[in-house]
């Protein structure tokens, strides 16, 4: 065949619509204050990315949204620079340590793509900081991070979500699996990342959950946008998010407690000078198991992570507690000087 005459059988087949891509920035805004992990909230909006000429058009009514943005090619020089300013935008916050997360760039993570808008890629960040009050004219605030994913904390012993709500729902799911190998490998992967069936709990698994509980149907985002409120699911499953920023959550929960192993994270949480009992109450806040006391101060003291800085405070409320300071000069003497957790009580 000549080339004109495939260029002519080219002419007319249906050429594909054309997709508009547009790039987003969402943040993870970590801080553990009194023991609680906390990730900073805004307003979700009608559309994922609002354009910058129109502003943040928020709705109180709505799920809970991380903070993000747009990236403007011809004004902005980093994505981590971009963030920065719509965080700051959105929140009055000035962020600290950012490290990137991840991208996601699945089909109509915005709903407004069926109706001919733009498909959106967007990077996540994780950043960790100290709680401080937003700035009053924003819409932001908050949250407890196990109001989102209430069965990732083990603190008090096992979720009773997981034995009440979630292992019942997600068996008459694999009851429904007509493929006889497919429901046994389905189960395996259920029994292996909820620690069912004599399984160990791996605290790092957070993504792999959320995932299930998606597939399974279990929380309202997995559901179609136009399904009416009284048929959505009650909801046992956790507070949700809008769009997909509860699995951008899970994402980064997921990150952090396997970082916590090899790079001293932790102490981005803390004041400059802090007890032990508060590094140890920000490690279990992060991991959402209780840990051992004196083997983790040892640990910890043995890992020339931190040393005592001099002083002294009541806030305990019994005996003056020391007070340490992060020990920098091991960031020289070891590659992956990180909170090695030892066996939760």
Known sequence: MSKVARDNMDARRPQPSPVTIMIGLEAVIVAVTEGVPRILSVGHTDHALSPPEHGVRTRPEAPDALPFGPLDPSADCTLDQALRGWVSE?????????????????????????????????????????????????????????TYLPWEDWREGRPQILGHVIEPALQQWLTGINEPSRQRRQRERVDICFGFSGSAWDPERALERYQ?????????????????????PTS????????????ILATALGRLRGKLKYRP?????????????????????????????????????????????????????????????????????????????????
């Not at 929140?91 to 498909?119: C, H, I, K, M, N």
């Not at 046992?236 to 699995?247: K, N, T, V």
């Not at 209780?290 to 040393?307: A, I, T, Y």
């Open 90 to 146: 959105q929140t009055g916050l000035s962020l600290g340590y950012v490290e990137q997360l991840y991208t996601f760039g699945d089909p109509y993570r915005d709903p407004l793509q069926r109706e001919g808008g733009p498909r959106v890629i967007s990077v996540a960040y994780l950043a960790l900081t100290r709680e401080c009050v937003p700035a009053r004219e924003q819409n932001a605030s908050w949250r407890d991070c196990y």
């Open 236 to 247: 046992p499953s956790g507070r949700p998010m809008a769009l997909d920023h509860r699995r």
């Open 265 to 345: 994270v932790v102490f981005e949480l803390l004041p400059d000078t802090f007890t032990l009992s508060q590094l140890q109450g920000v490690v279990e806040a992060l991991s959402g198991v209780r840990l051992h006391k004196q083997n983790f101060r040892r640990l910890v003291e043995k890992g020339g992570l931190v040393e005592e800085s001099g002083g002294t405070t009541f806030s305990t409320g019994g005996r003056p507690a020391k007070l340490f300071r992060f020990r920098r000069e091991v960031l020289r003497e070891r590659p992956a000087p990180g909170v090695r957790l030892p066996g939760a009580s």
């Open 212 to 232: 299930i509980l998606y597939e399974a149907a279990l929380v309202p985002e997995a559901w179609p946008q136009d399904t009416p409120a009284e048929r959505l």
